[in-house]
């Protein structure tokens, strides 16, 4: 038997699980997702739940497969700021937030903090290289992006992406590594019009492109 703590609501809550996983496993999901508030924009969960449901993810890998821990963060949103004013800003950030939403569908679940434009993802049971090819997506999608009011700017992101298939992996160091990862690819990224994703297990930095 292993002993989990989780976190809700500033009570910590044993989870008592099996090897054959005999854990009530979908009423504390419930519980978890009752009432869960949303970031400014309301387009994302708040962050505040990320590391509960990072948990929950990851207690599920002996049974249900791996899970994977994206971080995003929008390249040159200060640039869009300064140049084309707050409003600019504000609408890039927005249009950001549903291009993930949209991509990342029923497939995971997606956080942000209440500022800031970094975003967290949580992604079960899909094999790392279809969170790849999800990760891909996402950023094609947020290249493709465009803002009626201010036609110029572009928007492009830099993604990290890692992975684990041990219930037992911290879900610290998951997130850490995730976090690693993105900053790896902002570093790579020279400008703002392509997106970087850096992937766990590898030294290469994919760009990803604009489709149109």
């Known amino acids: 038997m292993r002993d989990i703590a989780l976190l809700l609501k500033g009570h910590e809550i044993s989870v008592k699980i099996s090897h054959q996983g005999r854990v009530r496993k979908s009423e504390i999901e419930q519980q978890l997702k009752s009432g869960r508030d ?42 869009i700021n300064d140049t084309f004013g707050h409003g600019a800003g504000d609408e890039a950030i927005r249009s950001y937030l549903l291009a993930v939403a949209g991509v990342l569908e029923t497939k995971g679940e997606a956080y942000r903090g209440d500022g800031g434009d970094e975003v967290f993802l949580v992604i079960p049971t899909l094999a790392f290289s279809e969170a790849t090819q999800l990760a891909k997506a996402i ?26 298939e041990d219930p037992a992996h911290s879900p610290d ?28 297990g590898t030294e290469e930095i994919e760009v990803i492109g604009q489709d149109i």
């Open 38 to 79: 949303r970031e400014p924009f309301r387009v994302l969960i708040s962050k505040r739940h990320f590391q509960v449901d990072l948990r929950l993810a990851i207690i599920k890998c002996e049974s249900q497969g791996p899970v994977s821990v994206g971080v995003i963060d929008m390249n040159g949103l200060k640039a």
């Open 139 to 164: 950023l094609r999608q947020i290249n493709n992006e465009r803002l009626a009011q201010w036609p110029d700017v572009r928007l492009s992101a830099s993604f990290g992406l890692a992975w684990t």
């Open 173 to 200: 160091d998951l997130s850490r590594n995730a976090d690693e990862l993105m900053y790896r690819a902002k570093k790579a990224s020279k400008d703002t019009s392509t997106s970087r994703l850096a992937l766990q």
